[in-house]
């Protein structure tokens, strides 16, 4: 008797909203199913993969998978009522943290526990939403995914969940390679000739921002800045004390591009994180030949491995420590940067994209007893 078919649904209620961590996994994870959905090894998969999306969700090219529209709502309400109905019978696969309560043949990607660790980082109604929702459908769902090592023992610790039964799907970082280097905002923020160290998405409570800038001053570096990328969301983070000084640029939303050029000039990013449940943008760092400075915080440990350079968590003295030896050893950025170009080719998108749909095919499986 041939095997079950194995339809998948997957959650795209990611694109109704900005790009940030999560939205960065399933956009590239999606990205990657497609494309493995062209090898032979998946081909009892191809046309059973759809991504259903609030009819608000932008476009999102891809050859294999279907993008459907539907429902009439968006939000927690289509994620909870509308997305369910039309995965009855199919497995879905939620990216982004999120699953649906009532469902039960479902795999969710759980990223982090931060709304349990550090509630002081997240608006009051955040907080409440992914309290009520994660633990709930994560008891229900077939299965829960981890990213990291690190978030699985958390998510025991915090959900009661059996760590031994969530399979870990690290993230990629090969994705920043596509998108060609965009020069121009190197002199649009006046940095052709200025060194920098670049932050990253380091206006999240956890990034530690006002840690970061105090050990840049610390370090009395004359001609250095910081280099602050992202936005601020107060309805998800709340709201921290502004920072305005000169040595502090902060560049808003930009591209990939952009990105990737602030990377390939930089003397190093800084990530000193207080709280991760993975921390990609070291591995974007190290694919770009740019080293890490990140905090010993238990998952950059086991993501970073020894191709980045690490201070203690809130070691404002150990971070200035780390930044001036960056500035002033050229021999110590190149050690950093070979190392961290052979660390990242171990994260790629396609190896993610393939444990996911493989856990797909066993849940399928099981539910087909």
């Known amino acids: 008797m041939p095997p079950a078919t194995t339809d998948i649904v997957i959650n795209g209620r990611f694109l109704t909203q900005a790009v940030a961590g999560v939205q960065r996994f399933a956009i590239e994870t999606v990205k990657a199913m ?8 998946c081909a009892d998969l191809k046309g059973h993969v759809e991504l259903q999306a609030p009819r608000s969700g932008r476009d999102f090219p891809l050859r294999n998978i279907r993008l459907n529209r539907c429902g009439f709502t968006s939000g927690y309400l289509w994620e909870q009522i509308e997305l369910p109905i039309r995965a009855i019978g199919k497995v879905q696969l939620n990216l982004c943290m999120l699953g649906s309560v009532l469902k039960r043949r479902q795999i969710i990607v ?12 997240f608006s009051r109604a955040f907080v409440a939403a992914y309290d009520l929702i994660i633990p ?8 829960v995914v981890s990213v990291s090592d690190f978030s699985r023992r958390e998510m025991q610790k915090y959900y009661g969940l059996d760590a031994s039964r969530i399979p870990i799907c690290y993230e990629g970082s ?25 932050g990253v998405g380091i206006h999240a409570y956890n990034k530690n921002l006002a840690g970061t800038f105090a050990a840049l001053q610390r370090a009395q570096l004359k001609d250095a800045v910081l280099v602050a990328t992202g936005r601020r969301r107060a309805d998800i983070h709340g709201t921290l004390p502004p920072i305005s000084d000169e040595k502090l640029i902060d560049t808003g939303h930009i591209t990939d591009g952009e990105l990737r050029a602030l990377y390939e000039h930089a003397l190093a990013l800084v990530y000193p994180s207080t709280y991760e449940g993975f921390g990609l943008p070291p591995l974007e ?36 420590a780390a930044m001036k030896a960056v500035y002033g050893d050229p021999v110590l950025r190149a050690n950093l940067k070979e190392k ?9 998108w396609d190896k993610t994209a393939r444990i996911l749909l493989d856990l797909c095919r066993q849940v399928a499986a099981r539910n087909a007893r």
């Open 285 to 320: 760092a190290m694919q770009c030949g740019c080293p890490a400075i990140v905090s010993d915080h238990d998952v950059l440990v086991e993501i970073g491995g020894d191709a980045t350079l690490r201070c203690g968590v809130n070691d404002i003295d150990g971070l200035a």
């Open 340 to 348: 961290g170009l052979a660390h990242a080719q171990r994260f790629t």
């Open 34 to 41: 497609d494309h493995c959905l062209d090898d032979p090894d």
């Open 174 to 198: 090969d994705h920043i390679k596509a998108h060609p280097a965009d020069d121009a905002i190197l002199d649009r923020l006046h940095l052709r000739d200025r060194p920098y160290f670049l």
């Open 136 to 143: 709930n459908a994560a008891r229900n769902a077939d299965l």
């Open 110 to 121: 759980v990223h982090d526990t931060s709304t349990k660790a550090f509630p002081e980082g």
